[in-house]
């Protein structure tokens, strides 16, 4: 199915006028399917655990997600009191999944949630995909095609953005066991490793400056915070022709040990870095 669907979503994607043909809006209706269920994903972990491995990316399942878009029309969602008018679904079946989303959190079909995810008043796109045992949480929001892994907080506030255009851009990707602080902003397809504490406020785009500050001399990096990492929100002075002022930047002031678990970890972190959560 997914040879014949990807090459009937490719040329549908560039010649759009091939969607009056049954064949190639069923192959969007397929696809769309498939990524609600889970059964394939908008980016895909690598197979090595190495750090340095990089997730693969399937643009052709973003270019149906566009063209879901396309071929949906708007229509009236109503949920108990609750009136939408929108072009995509809600998720169905979720006590089936053995998911819990509390009032008023929604997730648009084609999202798909791991059993015993958690989703509490916020949002989850189409497209996105939540692990087992993860939490968004109140007014978080998960943007399209966002990968968030199994274990992870997404703490109250926390906006991961979403990308669909351009198809080949990489998502943003929130690895296993992370912690991300109330407020958190990371999008441009930002990674952060497993494990990472992200103490509230932080803000990554691939422009932001991640400097790792532990070590004699600073080392940086743009769009990946390594495994472990703990990390929260700086400034770095630049000149203007106005004067000096601080501009944005993440600094890394430690790592979680590798000999507590998760959760001991992430309050020794806190408490040892005075990181805010």
């Not at 643009?59 to 396309?70: H, N, T």
């Not at 691939?206 to 990492?229: A, F, N």
């Amino acid at each position: 199915m997914e040879g014949t669907a990807q090459s009937l979503i490719e040329a549908a994607f560039a010649q759009r006028s091939l969607l009056q043909d049954p064949a190639y809006t069923q192959a969007v209706l397929d696809t769309i399917e498939q990524l609600d269920k889970g059964k394939i994903r908008v980016a895909t972990p690598p197979e090595s655990q190495s750090p340095t491995a990089e997730w693969t990316t399937h643009a052709w399942i973003k270019q149906a997600v566009l063209l879901y878009f396309a071929i949906r029309g708007m229509e009236k969602i109503e949920v108990g009191p609750f009136e939408f008018y929108d072009k995509i679904p809600l998720k169905r079946d979720l006590d089936i999944a053995n998911v819990r989303v509390v009032p008023p959190g929604t997730a648009r079909y084609g999202s798909f949630l791991e059993p015993s995810a958690i989703l509490m008043p916020g949002y989850v796109n189409i497209g996105a995909y939540v692990g087992a045992g993860s939490m968004v949480d109140t007014w978080a929001t998960v943007g399209s095609c966002a990968q968030i892994g199994r274990d992870v907080h997404l703490a109250g506030g926390v906006g991961i953005g979403g990308v669909l255009e351009p198809p080949g851009a990489t998502p943003v990707i929130i690895e296993d066991g992370a912690f991300l602080g109330s407020r958190c902003i990371v999008v441009d397809g930002v990674r952060v490793g497993r494990d990472a504490v992200l103490g509230a406020n932080t803000v990554l785009t691939k422009s932001v400056p991640i400097i790792d500050v532990t070590g004699p001399e600073p080392k940086e990096t743009r769009g990946y915070v390594p495994p472990r990492s703990v990390v929260i929100p700086g400034t770095r002075p630049k000149r203007f022709p106005a004067g000096e002022y601080g501009l944005p930047c993440a600094l890394i002031i430690g790592q979680r040990s590798e000999s507590t678990d998760r959760k001991t970890s992430l309050n020794a972190a806190l408490r040892d870095f005075g990181v805010s959560a």
